[in-house]
């Protein structure tokens, strides 16, 4: 087993400890049992959010939301980690480093509003390596009670002194929260936290819900309440959902009262890195079962990455039912899944560099730079779509202010007809090749008028020779050799918005 090191320095602007007794705790593996229990679970099953909240905006944040009850009554405790290089410290008058920060909490659901606040957090570092170290991190804590049902949550982060334009910079995550009602007899189980140890003996709730290189041990907390005996089993089962790989063991919880507080650990050195799933079943009848999922991970630098935008890569690279099933994990395991797309796809295997995903940053970040349109990322607008998937074309042609309608009318032509000839005259309108030191006339599009014609939008048309540099190799099946790609976008209502009009690209419905 890893030997687990010290874990990051945790700067805490809030801490609230519930008192509870502690609970004994006898470990066996009992698979057969487990797996009987896991088949009596009641529809409760899933309490809190299945997987932690992630927000992939600046601030880069990640949030849980575990439920846990008090005297019959829910409350959520939320815990929400920010790393310091995703917000903006200022130096004080003392001489230390000062970040603040707003969390804004939301449950709604039809009609109904549970609960709508906002809280400040100050965030402290002694110097300005401590206000940038990636291994520091703040933990903001609300706890608040709320009525059973599904609600729909929103977190929001506001960097207070982090600004964009004349906005402060902030982010959101979104989920769904799930607050069973307590049954009106019998032992139930509260959701379940996962919680990382502190070099002091100590613990803090880990919201990204990530084990591994920076700990390789397993910690939940949860609750057993009302407990009428003086043990009760509580089966135990991690699964590999993709793999189909499972573990079961059964935790004794000794003595009895309202509440019963205990944690389950388990060493990690021996699991492969990816995503799992944890669920914990009560073997009383008709006991419902708490889940949640979590991720591991031995890629140190993948780990250390605080800037990585792994939503971004995926909605990039994944579609449908795919992409749907990445975008649900944690940061973690979405940080997993792309490791192992990008491993699959390494030119250069067995070296530490991978030529194609280094291709793949610099066209995003050229995207990202060049393509933004009115809070759309770079990457993921038309142009930044295409950019990314084929690289610079050779030639475009670009007319911010066209002369008349005849010029997207002709433009539309050479998308499909590539022996359609310019006007000849003053008018005549050719593509500029990027190699050639011209510079491209680009002009205010505030002077297009909303709601312009159509047929008088600014627009871009992109010609490629060939297929252009495609990144994957199967974006250039069933092309036609001999014909050159062709993309062209236009900013229909001048607004600097640009959608992709029409294509010769195979892939592209028209």
Same mark, same amino acid.
């Given at each position: ?69 008090? =005297? ?9 980690? &920010? ?82 334009? /004349? ?22 189980? @509260? ?12 613990? /803090? ?22 407990? =009428? ?69 031995? =890629? ?53 560099? $991978? ?44 007319? &911010?202010?066209?002369?008349? @309608? ?28 990027? $190699? ?66 029409? @294509? $010769? ?6």
């Amino acid at each position: 087993m890893t030997e687990a090191g010290p874990g990051p320095e945790i700067m805490r602007s809030r801490h609230q400890q519930v008192e509870i007794q502690p609970a004994g705790r006898l470990r066996v593996a009992v698979v057969l049992l487990l797996l009987a229990a896991s088949m009596s679970q009641g529809p409760e099953a899933c309490a809190g959010v299945m997987a932690a909240l992630h927000a992939a905006d600046t601030p880069v944040f990640d949030a849980d939301l575990p439920v846990f009850f008090e =005297d019959g009554a829910a409350r959520i405790d939320l815990a929400v980690c &920010v790393h310091h290089p995703q917000l903006q410290f200022e130096r004080s008058a003392s001489g230390d480093y000062v970040a603040r920060a707003k969390v804004h909490l939301k449950l709604a659901r039809k009609g109904e509003v549970a609960l709508d606040l906002e809280q400040l957090f100050v965030v402290q570092a002694a110097d300005e390596a401590a206000a940038v170290d990636p291994e520091r991190f703040a933990l903001f804590e609300l706890s608040r009670p709320v009525e059973p049902g599904l609600w729909a949550v929103t977190v929001q982060v506001e960097d207070l002194q982090g600004t964009v334009g /004349l906005a402060h910079e902030r982010s959101e995550a979104h989920g769904v929260l799930s607050v069973p009602v307590p049954p009106p007899s019998g032992s139930y189980l @509260s959701d379940v936290e996962f919680r990382w140890s502190l070099p002091d003996g100590s613990e /803090l709730p880990a919201p990204e819900r990530l084990y591994g290189v920076r700990q390789d041990t397993l910690i939940v907390y949860a609750e057993l309440n009302r407990v =009428d005996q003086d043990r009760t089993a509580v089966a135990v089962r991690i699964e590999d959902p993709a793999f189909g790989y499972a573990q079961g063991d059964t935790l004794w919880v000794k003595g009895s009262g309202p509440r019963r507080a205990f944690r389950y650990r388990l060493a990690l050195g021996s699991f492969p890195e990816g995503s799992y799933r944890l669920t914990m079943i009560p073997l009383r009848e008709g006991a419902a079962c708490r889940q949640g999922d979590f991720a591991v991970s031995w =890629d140190i630098e993948g780990v250390a990455d605080t800037g990585r935008n792994p939503a971004l890569e995926i909605r990039l690279l994944f579609e449908g039912e795919e992409r749907q099933r990445l975008l649900a994990l944690p940061r973690s395991g979405q940080v997993a899944a792309l490791n192992a797309f990008w491993a699959r796809h390494d030119p250069t295997p067995g070296t530490r560099a $991978n030529e194609l995903y280094e291709r793949f940053l610099r066209r995003v970040d050229h995207a990202e730079r060049f393509f933004s349109e009115q809070g759309t990322p770079g990457a993921l607008s038309a142009r930044g779509r295409v950019y990314i998937r084929f690289g610079p074309p050779a030639q475009k042609q670009i007319e &911010v202010l066209p002369n008349d @309608s005849r010029d997207l009318q002709e433009a539309v032509v050479k998308v499909h007809d590539p022996t359609q000839v310019d006007r000849a005259g003053w008018m005549a309108k050719t593509a500029i090749p990027l $190699n050639s030191g011209g510079i491209e006339a680009r002009q205010d599009l505030r002077r297009i008028a909303p709601g312009s014609a159509i047929t008088q939008a600014a627009f871009e048309l992109w010609i490629y020779d060939g297929v252009g540099d495609p990144l994957f190799a199967d974006q250039a099946a069933g092309w036609t050799e001999g014909v050159d790609l062709r993309f062209l976008f236009v900013d229909a209502l001048g607004t600097g918005v640009y959608r992709l009009e029409t @294509s $010769n690209d195979p892939f592209h419905q028209n």
